[in-house]
T-cell receptor, first 114, second 117 residues
Framework: AQSVTQLGSHVSVSEGALVLLRCNYS??????LFWYVQYPNQGLQLLLK??????LVKGINGFEAEFKKSETSFHLTKPSAHMSDAAEYFC????????????FGTGTQLKVEL | GAVVSQHPSRVICKSGTSVKIECRSL??????MFWYRQFPKQSLMLMAT?????????EQGVEKDKFLINHASLTLSTLTVTSAHPEDSSFYIC?????????????FGDGTRLSIL
């Protein structure tokens, strides 16, 4: 079975500061990992994905994430936060043979302050 | 690429009405489509998975006679909430993914806000 834990349901950063959103996964088979962003009253937008190629994955809007098998982590980072980054972020996991079914974390609300 | 269109974006209707929500993949063929329900300030709850031409697979606790899902083509899936009641009010989101052995991301529609009076 797969599971995802997102530490910190709310994260607040200053504009221009580093963004770090944590995601740890549990999977009995090699995982595929995803980060999605959700703005109010909208669906989810794919930020980036890890599918067993490079462990450092670059995504849209300046975000990147690093797959660390030894730590079972896939934390999301951005060097400099922008006001437009304020949103809900979800980490998710799937696996081969799972029919692309995702298991989501509980989400992290990112607040960006001036 | 990978655009998913969901319609309508908002529905307000009376109790007892049936409501149909459409989910279309506009620029790719979606072997699998998913339907989620999202409560305020919460993560997504998977309701069902549908593959083109097959019956949908419902998650435990989801009434299949209440939430009818049809995946008639590789670009269209519909969710019909039958005889909707106020407790069915929620944000419903669909997603679509291409076929493959795994690692294909899901691409999401913009959701439908359903309000039952």
């Amino acid at each position: 079975a797969q599971s995802v834990t997102q530490l910190g349901s709310h994260v607040s950063v200053s504009e221009g500061a580093l963004v770090l959103l944590r995601c740890n996964y549990s999977s009995s088979v090699p995982p595929y990992l995803f980060w999605y962003v959700q703005y109010p009253n909208q669906g989810l937008q794919l930020l980036l994905k890890y599918t067993s190629a490079a462990t450092l994955v670059k995504g849209i809007n300046g975000f990147e994430a690093e797959f660390k098998k030894s730590e079972t982590s896939f934390h999301l980072t951005k060097p400099s936060a922008h006001m437009s980054d304020a949103a809900e972020y979800f980490c998710a996991v799937s696996y081969t043979g799972g029919g692309n079914k995702l298991t989501f974390g509980t989400g992290t609300q990112l607040k960006v302050e001036l | 690429g990978a655009v998913v269109s969901q319609h309508p974006s908002r529905v307000i209707c009376k109790s007892g009405t049936s409501v149909k929500i459409e989910c279309r993949s506009l620029d790719f063929q979606a072997t699998t489509m998913f339907w989620y329900r999202q409560f305020p300030k919460q993560s997504l709850m998977l309701m069902a998975t549908s593959n083109e031409g097959s019956k949908a697979t419902y998650e435990q606790g989801v009434e299949k006679d209440k939430f009818l899902i049809n995946h008639a083509s590789l670009t269209l899936s519909t969710l019909t909430v039958t005889s909707a009641h106020p407790e069915d009010s929620s944000f419903y989101i669909c997603s679509a993914s291409r076929g493959g052995q795994g690692g294909q991301p899901q691409h999401f529609g913009d959701g439908t806000r359903l309000s039952i009076l």
